[in-house]
């Protein structure tokens, strides 16, 4: 297979798993182009190799820079922007998973927390059970944050660095 075919493949692939994700399917696949390429990449560069308009482009070029996923940088003697990916695979992981708590976990535990200080009235059978349910969630979803604070911290742990080189 060619590198070129490859990197298509890539690119697909990794706009399907991010569409299945809840991330845009442009937005994953632009951010695969910039993995799977050496060099810094214009708009233009961009919308020529996955055949994407110029406002989805910039639209989720942006995006990516908001996740921190992606770099924009200049050239000299250049007017255009290009744009980079952030290599590193645990440094891309730490930075959605951070990204995704902010945006997902956030406001859930912010409507959990109002929901628990609201006095709610009606069956009291009712109203003790919809209470149990918010308190649940509440606690579940901080075990989520707890995790995803954990996995970050992973790879900076010696113990677990030292056990993936034995497993590898």
Do not use: C
Not at 36 to 49: A, G, L, Y
Not at 62 to 78: D, P, Q, V
Not at 112 to 136: P, R, W, Y
């Amino acid at each position: 297979m060619k590198l070129e075919e490859a990197q298509m493949e890539f690119i697909q692939t990794w706009g399907s798993i991010g569409s299945a994700w809840g991330i845009p399917r442009s937005m994953a696949q632009i951010h695969a182009l910039l993995l799977s390429s050496p060099e810094p990449m214009s708009t233009e560069d961009v919308m020529e190799k996955i055949k994407l308009s110029r406002g989805n482009v910039n639209i989720n070029l942006r995006e990516l820079i908001n996740w921190n996923l992606i770099a924009k940088m200049n050239k000299l003697g250049e007017r255009k922007e290009f744009f980079q990916a952030k290599y590193g695979i645990w440094d891309m992981a730490k930075n959605i998973v951070e990204e995704r708590k902010r945006r997902e976990l956030g406001p859930v535990l912010d409507m959990l927390s109002k929901m628990k200080e609201t006095k709610i009235e009606g069956n009291k059978e009712e109203v003790a059970h919809f209470n149990q349910l918010i308190k649940d969630l509440e606690a579940f979803t901080n075990q989520l944050v707890k995790l995803s604070d954990m996995v970050n911290k992973l790879n900076e742990n010696v113990f677990f660095k030292r056990m993936m080189k034995l497993m590898g």
